[in-house]
RNA sequence: GCCCGGGUGGCGAAAUCGGCAGACGCAACGGACUUAAAAUCCGUUUUCCCGCAAGGGGAGUGUGGGUUCAAUUCCCACCCCGGGCACCA
């Protein structure tokens, strides 16, 4: 047959057809009752932005590649896909443009979607999870009041962010150099506000031993980062005795320098400053607390004030003094800490600054105690404890263990364990998340809404004016509401719950979808759980993927589930960047995916997406590399339909030769798929056998010609379903090409005979010999030391030694 | 400051277990086809030196050391870039 054009239009858009005429039977659709080996492969759902874009595709690609290629590999797959769709860009939208965050997020769903069946990814739709919609928030509802009943959803005040202006909360993110986004004069204010919170806490220790499990089959530095997050420590709780006040607690890791304390410090929002200070001295910390929200993370000068209060210490019985410092924090351990100057860098500058007394109670085993008068930085290393009545002379560890003992026993403190991870404040006081399903009466206090009540429905009909503390606010027929205990007159709770709450679970919904009774039914999730492979962006590291796990421990203790990790197998691919930065909007560099695939088609968006780099690494995007992949397309489309049928007039005398690159081919891309997916080495291989095939084209059998262009064809399956449905239908075949057995490479095929092997001398490539594959070493270097170009150069010098690896090469160490 | 990654041609990269550095692709250049161009096909392309040429020789994977017959790969020190955490007591 003549060859054809490569037209990617004509191609991808009669497939594109087909295939949805086809979905309905289930091309895509994981099977219910199955006796194959189960297969769970997920990519992380988007945020319903409006458009997909590179980034996205690359995250795609690397999840359809493989849930396409386990396919064909007989397995029972399911490649499910959903939308993130709660969240604050929607309701900037509707202050915007006055389109309701419902309608906007519903009609960028629609676009990104057809976007989605452009690039023929291989989802089940039937399946499709959207969490804005109450048949799935009534399950975080569901699930919040099962937190309720067990404690691990309570109410606590809690900072957040203050635009006097607006009138209003703001996120984090619309906080920008410590102003609000909308008042850029205006100073963010923290201000106190009773919210919810889940008990993360109580799962710390768990979180953090199970990493364990994850370890291997995780990225190790997910890993790290997590167990960071976490950031055990441990250390001991000390009773300080404030005058007039009653007992304080601090927690110290080094507990064996207690006897080196010379102040008490506390955190600008400790209780103390509220109760007993005077209100110059509040005001005081009221601008600490302020200053450090706006300056956000980041070096700040150590400031601070005495209390005039006094503590004693109750292991030396000294009085010391109470002071109120900025880089002291309410959030960890108890909001209080024991100053140790001379131990301890932060206390050291500190106390410096103010001119506190500095005490130093810890030598060096080997040296002397530290002199204060020369003392330029605290010295933090363990030691001998001195000075320290009846522990001195014995070793920090031994003194930390004895001391924490005593004072567990005389009743004023106890050892202790504290975690940088804190309580998840999941309160948003926001319109467009899940209500959170709580009620407040007068006479009952805070009252779960019954089960049959749910869902809690978010109303349509809101104002979002940017204003007043939460939309929800301004809804009386939302907020007025009977108190479900005593009838009277109510008020629902307004606050919303974060959206990380919504993709903490939604992978389990997808094996469920439909259920009305149960967020899903537990025989289903025991089939298809643990994910066996979840890939996503690295951003996502800690939050989603910390939250995620805690929520299946959760909801395991409840019953639901016997999962203790919800994710087997964890992929974090690298992120797409443009011109050195990250993709977004605001910096206006989005390559939208749309552009690619119509300029030059979905199959040639993903492959470049595959071939650009290791998946893993960032890349770069840049057009230029697109068209490369493009051509290669062609090539193997021009091959293929100008040799099918294949002709006859091939002596087959490149036969052996071709078969051998085709099965080397398979071998590559087979142990890229199984061992580490860089599908870049996948593709590349793919060119070398398709440069070969152009140069030997007319060597080729007709049987050969035609085996060849069949294995090619599955071969690029996964990378590129349109092409390869194309060429399957051109070989005379029928159905899905993605469903065919996945060609198995025959390792004696693939096997060279014949070896090149370079020849060294000193470790200097001198010469290159033909030698069939496997020679033996001692035969190697004879043959070697037989070349004629070796012998003129070994002319009167001597062998020392003759390295000779098979297969690799020969080196010869002469004088 | 601490903890991770990473640094290889003009560019994206490859070298999977210590064994030919630069596979594959982009860009560039040359040739074939064409009235011409596009498309396509074939070729050259790390760099420096010697040679009209065939060919030959040297250097080279951020820098400096080390181990080894042999180092992009292992070890030590340092420089640069990216990311995470950042007063966590």
Known sequence: MPEKTYDHNQIELKWHERWAAEEGAGLYKAEENSSKPKYYVLEMLPYPSGALHVGHIRNYAIGDALARHMWMRGYNVLH??????????????????????????????????????RFAFSYDWDREVTTCEPDYYRWNQWFFLRMMEKGLAYRKQAMVNWCSECGTVLANEQVVDGCCWRHETTPVEQRALDQWFLRTTAYADELLKDIEILDGSWPERVLTMQRNWIGRSEGAEVDFKVDGYGPVRIFTTRIDTIYGATCMILAPEHEIVRTRLNAEMQAHAKK???????????????????????????????????????????????????????????????????????????????????????????????????????????????AKREMAARAEREGFGKAAVTFRIKDWGVSRQRYWGTPIPAI??????????????????????????????????????????????????????????????????????????????????????????????YIGGVEHAILHLIYSRFWTKMMRDIGLTTCDEPVKKLFTQGMVVRNGAKM??????????????????????????????????????????????????????????????????????????????????????TIDFDHRWHFNTSIAAVMELVNELYAEEARISQATLATVIRTLTLMIAPFAPYLAQELWEEQGNSGPVFREAWPAFDAELAKETEVEIPVQINGKLRARINVPAGTGAAELGQLAQADEKVKALMEGKAIVKVIAVPDKLVNLVVK
């Open 584 to 669: 977004s909007k605001s910096k206006g560099n989005v390559v939208p995916a749309d552009d690619i695939a119509e300029m030059r088609g979905a199959d040639t968006a993903r492959m470049f997406a595959l071939f650009a780099a290791p998946p893993e690494k960032d890349v770069d995007w840049n057009d230029a590399g697109v068209e490369g992949i493009y051509r290669f397309l062609g090539r193997i489309y021009r091959f293929a339909t100008r040799n099918i049928p294949a002709p006859a007039g091939g002596d087959g005398s490149a036969d052996t030769q071709v078969l051998r690159k085709l099965h080397q081919t398979l071998e590559r891309i």
């Open 440 to 533: 407040h009466c007068p006479a009952c206090g805070v009252v779960p809404v019954p089960d049959d009540q749910l869902p809690v429905l978010l109303p349509r009909q809101v104002a979002i004016t940017g204003k007043g503390r939460s939309p929800l606010d301004a809804v009386p027929e939302f907020v007025n509401v009977a108190c479900p205990k005593c009838g009277a007159a109510a008020r629902r709770e307004t606050d919303t719950m974060d959206t990380f709450v919504d993709s903490s679970w939604y992978f389990y919904r997808y094996c469920d979808p439909q259920n009305t009774a149960v967020p899903y039914d537990k025989e289903k999730i025991a089939y298809w759980f643990p994910i066996d492979q």
């Open 80 to 117: 499910p896909m959903g939308w993130d769709a709660f969240g604050l860009p929607a309701e900037n939208a509707a202050i915007k443009n006055g389109r309701p965050p419902r309608e906007w997020t519903l009609s960028n769903i629609e676009k990104m979607k057809l976007t989605h069946r």
């Open 288 to 398: 600490m607390i302020d200053a450090r929200a706006a300056q956000g993370p980041g070096d700040v000068e150590k400031e601070g004030f005495d209390t005039g209060l006094r503590a004693t210490n109750p292991f030396s019985g000294e009085t010391v003094p109470v002071w109120v410092g900025n880089f002291v924090l309410m959030g960890y351990g108890t909001g209080a800490i024991m100053a140790v100057p001379a131990h301890d860098q932060r206390d050291f500058e500190f106390c410096s600054k103010y001119g506190i007394k500095i005490l130093p109670v810890i030598r060096p085993t080997d040296g002397e105690l530290p002199d204060v008068t020369k003392m330029k930085e605290a010295a933090d290393a363990y030691g001998v404890v001195e000075n320290s009545g009846p522990y001195s002379g014995k070793p920090s560890e031994e």
